[in-house]
């Protein structure tokens, strides 16, 4: 009797044991694909990860009033309103933006000194979401996992190594020392002569070369500014990029062209089809100018940090940022996308510019518009 007793507890504490480490590493806060690094790192080998934080920062409302206070009565009463000029815009949206940052990174970096991560394994504290990314071993990451304050744990990892995998020729920009001539510079030159009023150019550089099957350049991104300039406010969406200037350039409306090397011609990306030069969205999107469509976090750069955010916002989990409208100086705006955060261009925000944003991601096709 006492032999079968004995048993049948060592088999209950054998199946607590198991259904505890079942808990520990199958917690719904860690992502498959985490899960997925851990089975395949070495035992105490870290590696990045990001953490999604439930962390305590004012909501919209409170920020507004922060603002409210901080600007005074008065001005709230004159500037406030339907009636806000530009300036009034940029006014407000720089004290709420420097107020949201100052609360979300200091909430972000409580949690990184409550959770004990050694300082030289945290990668980075978002100052625009709460969220850290940090080196981690699965110890860590089962125990960060138990903290109330973490909402979930995802890599990234894979993500990029499977866009890489999947677009082989990756892009390469070949640097150039500032004392050396662009390669194609007399040939832009020569294009400004055929002009019906030649302008002079005040500023050329290229920014990168395509490379074809036999690694010889077949098409450059170009940026060009000359002194005939029309005063006129001009903007565009390039690849996904929104470009806004003060003039109308010649002769790249925007500032940027393409010059076809194997065809021998400039064209001005803002008004002609650039489709047929391969990975010029990419490229784009990388190298050129003005603020990225989907670009949430505002680094400059699209990741699935962005697709999260942007989820996030689409649950009420999180607010758009302050400066997520797209507001030309002069009003007139030709596009659909009405936000930064509209990243399929229909006019809306939501679910759908997540979904559009993972397919770019993953370098799969969506539509726009």
């Known amino acids: 009797m006492k032999k079968v007793i004995c048993m049948m507890m060592a088999f209950v504490i054998t199946l607590t044991c198991c259904m505890a480490a079942y808990a520990a590493t199958s917690t719904p806060k860690i992502s498959a694909d985490v899960e ?12 990045e990860v990001l953490l999604w934080l439930n962390v305590n920062v ?4 409170e920020l507004r009033w922060m603002v409210r206070q901080e600007l005074g009565e008065d001005w709230w009463r004159d500037h406030f309103g339907p009636n806000m000029t530009m300036d009034d815009v940029h006014t407000y949206d720089a004290v709420y933006n420097r107020l949201a940052k100052q609360y979300e990174t200091a909430a972000n970096q409580a949690f990184v000194e409550k959770s004990g991560i050694p300082e030289e394994d945290v990668v980075y504290i978002s100052t625009m979401a709460p969220m850290v990314q940090l080196l981690a071993n699965a110890q860590t990451i089962y ?3 138990e903290m109330m304050e973490v909402e979930s744990i995802s890599y990234e990892g894979y993500q990029q190594t499977e866009e890489a995998a999947e677009h ?5 920009a070949e640097t150039q020392l500032s004392s050396s001539a662009p ?16 302008p002079e150019f005040w500023d050329y550089s290229e920014l990168y070369y395509h490379k074809d099957k036999n690694g010889e350049n077949d098409w450059v991104l170009v940026k060009a500014d000359t002194n005939m300039e029309q005063s006129a406010y001009y903007n565009a969406i390039i690849a ?3 470009i806004m200037r003060s003039s109308y350039g010649v002769p790249f409306s925007s ?3 393409v010059y076809d090397v194997k065809a021998d011609r400039f064209i001005n990306v803002s008004i002609s089809d650039y489709s047929e030069y391969d990975g010029f969205a990419n490229v784009f999107d990388r190298y050129g100018g003005g603020r990225l469509l989907g670009d949430i976090d505002r680094d400059n750069d699209l990741s699935v940090i962005d697709a999260a955010f942007l989820q ?13 409208a797209i507001i030309p100086e002069d009003g007139l705006w030709m596009y659909s996308a009405k936000y930064y955060s509209d990243f399929n261009r229909d006019g809306e925000r939501g679910i759908l510019d997540v979904t559009c944003l993972q397919r770019h991601l993953a370098g799969l096709t969506y539509t726009t518009g």
């Open 36 to 47: 997925r690094k851990i089975s395949e790192t070495p035992d105490g080998e870290k590696f």
């Open 58 to 61: 004012p909501t919209v409302e």
């Open 143 to 145: 125990r960060l996992a």
């Open 168 to 172: 082989p020729t990756e892009l390469r």
């Open 183 to 198: 390669l194609y510079q007399t040939q832009f030159e020569a294009y400004l002569n055929t002009l019906p009023t030649p």
């Open 240 to 242: 996904n990029r929104v």
């Open 255 to 257: 500032g940027y062209g």
């Open 312 to 324: 996030r916002c689409e649950v009420k989990q999180s607010d758009y940022p302050a400066d997520d």
